[in-house]
């Protein structure tokens, strides 16, 4: 059984910043790789960023590379999405993902998943 738990979504200017935060526990040595993916109204879920559960490989999509960084604390097992100079097109229910096949855009990758967080930017 795996759990993930997301917190830190909110409401925040246009320019702001947000963390958000992802509490993994259960069976987290299965994991290959923990991502973002985010939902905004009447839209698919769309990738965000991912990460080896060990290792150093990342992935961003082109939209928030340069705004948003991943990380990890392995020790908490955590993740985390630090998102600077957000834009009001970043208002989505962000998703916390976990998968044993790999690190890439696809969310047919991952087998679990939070039950998400909203972050709102207004303009």
């Known amino acids: 059984q795996v759990q993930l738990v997301e917190s830190g979504g909110g409401l925040v200017q246009a320019g702001g910043s947000l963390r958000l935060s992802c509490a993994a526990s259960?069976?987290?040595?299965?994991?290959?790789?923990m991502g973002w993916f985010r939902q905004a109204p009447g839209k698919e879920r769309e990738f965000v960023t991912g990460l080896r559960w060990s290792g150093d490989s990342t992935d961003y999509a082109d939209s928030v590379k340069g705004r948003f960084t991943i990380s990890r604390d392995n020790n908490k097992n955590t993740i985390y999405l630090q998102m600077n100079s957000l834009k009001p097109e970043d208002t989505a229910v962000y998703f916390c993902a976990a998968g044993s096949r790999g690190l890439g855009p696809y969310a047919g990758l991952y087998d679990y998943w939070g039950q998400g967080t909203q972050v709102t930017v207004s303009s």
């Open positions: 259960g069976r987290i040595f299965s994991f290959y790789a």
